[in-house]
């Protein structure tokens, strides 16, 4: 069983950058393959970004390439999403899961909005 909490959510202008976190409870965490998903305003929730068990990358979503970097510590249980080069189209709710996500480990997370 993992339980996944997303933070570093927040409000920045159209070019900037935040980082998320996704802390994970449970010993299995490092042995899944584990991503980001986002869920905007009033669209379904889609995939943005998956990375192995090992570290290695798995895919980006297009629209996120060459902006996003996943990345994870397994020492501390931690995957991460580094955002760059915001733009409203990223505003969304995103939320950490495995990959692929498993229905009972979906979490409240983390609000991202970008104002032009």
């Known amino acids: 069983q993992v339980q996944l909490v997303e933070s570093g959510g927040g409000s920045v202008q159209a070019g900037g950058s935040l980082r998320l976190s996704c802390a994970a409870s449970g010993r299995t965490f490092s042995t899944n393959a584990m991503g980001w998903f986002r869920q905007a305003p009033g669209k379904e929730r889609e995939f943005v970004a998956a990375?192995?068990?090992?570290?290695?990358?798995?895919n980006y979503a297009d629209s996120v390439k060459g902006r996003f970097t996943i990345s994870r510590d397994n020492a501390k249980n931690t995957m991460y999403l580094q955002m760059n080069s915001l733009t409203p189209e990223d505003t969304a709710v995103y939320y950490c899961n495995t990959y692929p996500p498993r229905v009972a480990y979906w979490g409240q997370g983390t609000r991202v909005t970008v104002s032009s």
């Open positions: 990375i192995g068990w090992g570290g290695g990358v798995l």
